[in-house]
C-alpha cells in the first residue's frame, strides 16, 4: 500500500472510529446524535440563538403564554438561570414579559410575531437539516427509521420519564450484574 493510500485509510478509520465500534447501535445513535446537535448549534448560533431560546420560543408557540418559572421547568434550566435566556429573547424583540394580574411575583411570557416568524423559520431550516443528514435514505428508509426510534423513545425515554436504568460500573466486579436506578431531573 503507497503512502497517500496509508493516509487516506487512517484518515477514514479516524473519521468513523474503529470499525468494531460500527457494530453497536448505542454508538451509531450516540455519535449520529452529537453530529445532529452540532448542526443545529451552529445553526442557531448562526442567528444568534442557543437551543434554551428555542425551547422557549418552542414552548410558547404551543402554549402562547405561561410563567417564567415553569417554562424554566420545561426547557431544564434552574429559574435563577434563566432570566438571561429570557432577557435575550425580549431584546430581540421575540417575547414580551409582563407581571401577573393575580400574583405580581410571577412574570407572564408571550410570544411575539416576530418570535413565532421566527420559530416558523427555525423548523423549515431544521426539516432541511435533518434532510441532509439523512440524504442516503430513502423516503421509506427516512420512514422506516423514525418510526423505530420512536418506538424505541417511547420504550426508554416515555415509559419512565423520571427515573432511568444505569449499568452498574463495570470497576465493580461484586455488582457487574445489577442496575441501579437514578432520578432523572424533570
Do not use: C
Not at 503507497?2 to 487516506?8: A, K
Not at 441532509?132 to 420504550?155: C, E, I, M, N, S
Amino acid at each position: 500500500m503507497s503512502i497517500v493510500g496509508y493516509d487516506r485509510a487512517m484518515a477514514q478509520e479516524r473519521a468513523d472510529g474503529p470499525p468494531e465500534l460500527k457494530s453497536s447501535t448505542g454508538f451509531l445513535l450516540a455519535r449520529l446524535g452529537a453530529e445532529s446537535r452540532r448542526r443545529w448549534s451552529r445553526l442557531l448560533s448562526e442567528r444568534g440563538l442557543t437551543p434554551y431560546h428555542f425551547g422557549v420560543l418552542m414552548a410558547l408557540d404551543q402554549d402562547g403564554e405561561t410563567h417564567q418559572q415553569r417554562l424554566s421547568t420545561a426547557i431544564g434550566v434552574d429559574p435563577r438561570n434563566a432570566v438571561p435566556i429570557f432577557d435575550t429573547l425580549e431584546a430581540r424583540k421575540l417575547i414580551t414579559r409582563t407581571s401577573d394580574q393575580t400574583d405580581r411575583r410571577k412574570r407572564t411570557v408571550t410570544i411575539t410575531a416576530a418570535g413565532r416568524a421566527t420559530v416558523e423559520e427555525l423548523r423549515r431550516t431544521g426539516a432541511t437539516l435533518d434532510h441532509d443528514l439523512l440524504a442516503g435514505l430513502t423516503d421509506h428508509q427516512r420512514t422506516t427509521l423514525h418510526r423505530l426510534l420512536l418506538k424505541v423513545f417511547d420504550t426508554t425515554i416515555d415509559a419512565n420519564p423520571t427515573t432511568t436504568t444505569v449499568p452498574a460500573k463495570p470497576a465493580d466486579r461484586s455488582t457487574a450484574s445489577t442496575t441501579r436506578t437514578e432520578r432523572r431531573p424533570r
